[in-house]
């Protein structure tokens, strides 16, 4: 489709930065750089450390620096330059879509979780 990579990266990562910049100005009439709720982050440059409680992690947004702790059984990741932490079920579905994310995944017990990885210079690896 585009002769040079190089713009084809640019074209995407300007249409995914678009779409995440839209997500602070609605959270920002909330709480400032983001929301909070459960499992749940929306929002730019935050630091959390959550237990999932049983609950699937999701983080969309930019420059998120989550640690996810407890019984997750799954993790869904859009946005850009998101670093995420997680422990999963062996079998748990990990998606990541957007552009530089990174996330690092250890499984409680044995086995892999299923892994659906999309968008642009995205890292999904196993924490050591």
Same mark, same amino acid.
Not at 52 to 65: D, K, M, T
Not at 105 to 116: D, E, I, T
């Given at each position: 489709?585009?002769?040079? =990579?190089?713009a084809?990266? &640019?074209?995407?990562t300007?249409? /995914?930065?678009?779409?995440?910049l839209?997500? =602070?100005? %609605?959270a920002a #009439?909330? #709480?400032?750089a983001g929301?909070r $709720?459960?499992? &749940? /982050?929306?929002g730019v @440059?935050q630091?959390? +450390?959550?237990d999932?409680?049983?609950? =699937?992690? +999701?983080? $969309?947004? $930019?420059?998120?620096?989550i640690?996810f702790?407890g019984d997750?059984?799954? *993790? &869904?990741v859009?946005g850009?330059g998101?670093r /995420?932490?997680i422990?999963v %079920?062996p079998?748990?579905p /990990?998606a990541? $879509?957007g552009? @530089?994310?990174i996330?690092d995944?250890?499984?409680?017990? %044995?086995?892999?979780?299923? *892994?659906?990885v999309?968008?642009? @210079?995205?890292?999904v690896? =196993? *924490?050591?």
């Open positions: 489709m585009f002769r040079h =990579p190089a084809a990266k &640019t074209l995407f300007s249409a /995914i930065i678009a779409a995440v839209a997500l =602070p100005s %609605q #009439q909330r #709480q400032g929301t $709720s459960g499992a &749940t /982050i929306n @440059d630091a959390h +450390e959550i999932c409680a049983g609950r =699937p992690a +999701e983080v $969309s947004g $930019s420059g998120n620096n640690r702790v997750c059984p799954g *993790l &869904t859009n850009v998101n /995420i932490s422990t %079920q079998g748990a /990990i990541v $879509s552009v @530089d994310n996330v995944w250890r499984v409680a017990g %044995q086995g892999k979780p299923r *892994l659906s999309t968008g642009v @210079d995205n890292q690896r =196993p *924490l050591r």
